[in-house]
């Protein structure tokens, strides 16, 4: 997974690897350059390096030197100012030793953007917390003009001037980068999708000294990937039947809405449920269970009891029926909550067994919280709400974050091309599903958001528009994918 950070992240673990392992910050600076030349693209021949005077300016310098070394055509630009950072200047010394060519004169920027195969963005790092200043501002309008002219690709050091590592705002003005090489951690600001005309491609640089695993500690947020995935898959066992798989009730459906009820109940099917029951105070609902032979109908409320996980809301309007339901079962049963059945009428205990999953305007709603805070800083909202209502919460979008109150993890696959209605019961019918088999509610999360969007990007890489049925007949053999 890649862990996700900010300005304070970074700070905290430069500290402790120079702490813990000895390691001068001279030399952490070298390790993180060796890794960003491994991840540059080394088959052109001329490279103008733009380099500020804090440690990202370093960072440029010292590059400047290994592709110097191994015979490119290197100039620097050099960013003048009062202050330099010791390792920007010592590593600016041993350029001048090697005999680099070093200019300052923003006249001649002009010449040499129009000359160079690749730009390397080293002026301002993660720690910009302002308008960027206007000689700064000038310079990034150049690189960012004469990349459209001159057609060279444009790499950004840890983060693109000018963008804020937090909210992924722009400070003024901002390089449009090809690739930008995140150290360490995904920054935070990267999640908004504005930035990305700024960032481009994204790789994060790993293993800088401090395994991956060990930066953890250093951050609760967390991007899941596909290998993620495979290492909480629960193995079926030969001895295993339909009673190991447990039993989900889908409370679902409205006479207006009964396709919901269909699409939460056949997705659960399909991703594995032992049984799979559909309940419902709607009279119409019989049509439903007859199209998908292996849902079994039930309308006898009590039965909930020997439910495994409930699953409720998909079609329906909050009422006292639904709000007998949970109130009734939230304490003892597994729930996943959504749709009509997301209201702020409802205290919850506990984290481990009950979670709801909105999406942007549900969860402003039963929150009271402004839409456009909730998309300013999704995690921090999600997380506070979860800590203080004592409950799981999957926040659905194009970004996925999912929160027991204490970590966030980010699920990023999905598409456009998935937009429509009936995507949010087969998640629930999915997530369920998953949970009545063993998994937790928060992997069970994890997992059903992973592969829901995964479906939809492979599918969309051969069709234009993917409905919720699209989704739903490819669960298994995405599933064997993902989990073998």
Known sequence: MKIVGDSITTQKIDEYIEKEY???KDILMENVVFKLYENIDINFESYLIVAGF????G???ALARMLHANNKDVIIFKIDNDYISNECKLNYERCLALGIRIIDNIDKLDFYLQKTEVVVDAIFGIGLNKELPKNIKDIVYKINKYKYLSQYKVYSIDIPTGLDSKYGNTYGACIEADITLSIMTYKKGFLNYSSRINTGEIKVIKDIILPNKDLKRFSNIFIIEKNDIKSIEIKRREEDNKTTYGKTFIVAGSKKYFGAAKLAAKSCVKCGSGYTYLLS???????VVESVPEVIYERDINNLDKATTIAIGPGMEFNEYIYNIIEEYKDNKNLVIDA??????????????VIITPHTGEFSRISNTEIDLIKKDPIEVIQNY??????TVLLKGKNTYISDGVDVYII??????????????????????LNAQGYTLKESAIIGTYLHGYIADELSKKQYIINPTDIIDNIGKYMKELFI
């Open 59 to 61: 960072d440029g310098y």
């Open 340 to 353: 009509g059945a997301l209201s702020n009428k409802i205290n919850f205990n506990n984290h481990n067994n």
């Open 386 to 391: 979860s800590r203080n209502n004592k409950v």
């Open 412 to 433: 990023d696959t999905g598409n456009p091309y998935m937009a429509n209605a009936g995507m949010g019961d087969v998640l629930t019918g999915m997530i369920s599903s």
């Open 281 to 287: 105070d709607f009279e119409g609902i019989e049509k």
């Open 22 to 24: 000895k390691v001068s």
């Open 54 to 57: 804090g440690n990202n300016g």
